[in-house]
């Protein structure tokens, strides 16, 4: 037979095993993201990188015309790529991100615990 003490802790039983399921998926799918931004923002580095070699290289041979600078010229003004994940252009999701929120996760966990 059940009465309310018994209903409310069978409750809890079924509900807390959900709630770790849900956070732990949560945050596995936040770090992904995160972890995906990072790589993103390493690729318009080695990008912007790339494109300083082939500006470099382009120097060291004279054009043959004037057109080849031009054109040289033209592909660095118009390559410039800035990639990365924002959330609503307001933050960056980067590692530098994952650091912060663990630590503020942890710092106000420890305040819990304490009190």
């Known amino acids: 037979m059940f009465n309310t003490t018994n209903f409310s802790s069978?409750?809890?039983?079924?509900r807390a095993p959900m709630y770790f399921v849900i956070f732990m998926?949560?945050?596995?799918?936040?770090m992904k993201v995160t972890l995906a931004g990072s790589k993103l923002i390493d690729i318009g580095e080695k990008?912007?990188?790339?494109?300083?070699?082939?500006?470099?290289?382009?120097?060291?041979?004279?054009?043959?015309r004037s057109e080849e600078?031009?054109?040289?010229l033209l592909f660095i003004k118009d390559s410039k790529l800035d990639l990365a994940f924002t959330?609503?252009?307001?933050?960056?999701?980067n590692r530098s991100l994952i650091l912060t929120m663990s630590s503020a996760i942890l710092s106000y966990s420890v305040l819990a615990v304490t009190f």
């Not at 069978?10 to 079924?14: S, Y």
Request: charge should be positive; charged fraction near 20%; proline fraction near 2%.
């Open 10 to 14: 069978l409750q809890l039983i079924v």
């Open 25 to 30: 998926w949560s945050t596995s799918n936040f």
């Open 47 to 64: 990008w912007r990188l790339l494109q300083m070699d082939i500006v470099k290289n382009s120097a060291k041979k004279k054009p043959k």
């Open 69 to 72: 600078f031009q054109y040289l």
């Open 87 to 93: 959330g609503g252009g307001m933050f960056q999701l």
